[in-house]
């Protein structure tokens, strides 16, 4: 499976407050040139024509420890 963004040349617009309940963005304002239209995450849609449709995560184990 591949993880995938479609993106669209719009018009310059600036990025807005954020969706989330997060009420703060570093991106808040910066001027933009795109749009992302599509995201597809393990063969799956998760943003269709730019409506939201849910994603569930997933846990990876990792069975080495680090050394630092």
Known sequence: DADLVFIQ??????????HGTSDYSI?????????II??????????????????KGELVNCDKELSL
């Open 9 to 18: 040349d719009t018009p310059t617009y600036p990025i807005g407050k954020p």
């Open 27 to 35: 991106y808040e304002g910066i001027e933009v040139n795109e749009k």
């Open 38 to 55: 599509h995201t597809m995450l393990r063969g799956n849609f998760i943003l269709k024509d730019g409506e939201y449709l849910g994603s």
